[in-house]
């Protein structure tokens, strides 16, 4: 049980156990508020890549394309025509790559599932997006600091994923039920990680923030 008390975003031993279902544990780090499922009830990489293969999102839905843009406009805001950016864990379908292309931008994608090129890690990205990823990262704080390097100096890192809001909303939350999903980033959570990267922080959306790294 005590290393679960040890965080995966900011690596505080300061968990304490949120909440069980009949599935696994969930627990709160105490520092950062990242609601988190300890590593015994994680899915191996075949299961996880099966969860995976089962989404059917396409360019021609718009439905999700609607969705996908709750993050889109609120970033294109923020670029000039031609923007690099790298759009990580896009799946099998990577539709906000193609969007975001027929809006001028210039993008690449990264999934170490189903766009395993190493080579896009090299390069530094004036934008760098991640929609519905950060809840399947078991050590979120160095993935996401991982993300974070590759954005330039002004540029910005655009995240989507739904937020913790408390003990009740989480018992009801079909959100959890996912068992691919095993962060759960609370607005504090984000708080937090703007603190620790001294990087500015916009809430955008409801499931959308937006770090912009300062000069």
Known sequence: MTDYKYCPLCSHAEGALYFIDKHREYWQC???????????????????????????????????????????????????????????????????????????????????????NQQVLLCQYDFVTATEVVEHLSAPGLSLMAMWQLVRSQGQLALMTKRVKSVEAFAGWHYKNDPTHIAFFSEASFKWLAGHWQAELTFADKDVVIFTKRT
Request: aromatic fraction near 12%.
């Open 30 to 116: 105490q520092h950062c508020q990242l609601v988190y499922v300890p590593a015994q009830w994680h899915l191996s990489l075949p299961r996880e890549r099966a969860e995976y293969d089962l989404h059917e999102n396409t360019f021609e839905d718009q439905g999700y394309l609607q969705f996908l843009r709750r993050l889109g406009d609120p970033l294109l805001d923020r670029l000039v025509p031609n923007s690099r950016g790298l759009d990580v864990g896009c799946g099998p379908g990577p539709v906000l790559q193609k969007w975001l292309r027929s809006q001028g931008m210039q993008v690449e994608v990264y999934d170490k599932f189903y766009a395993p």
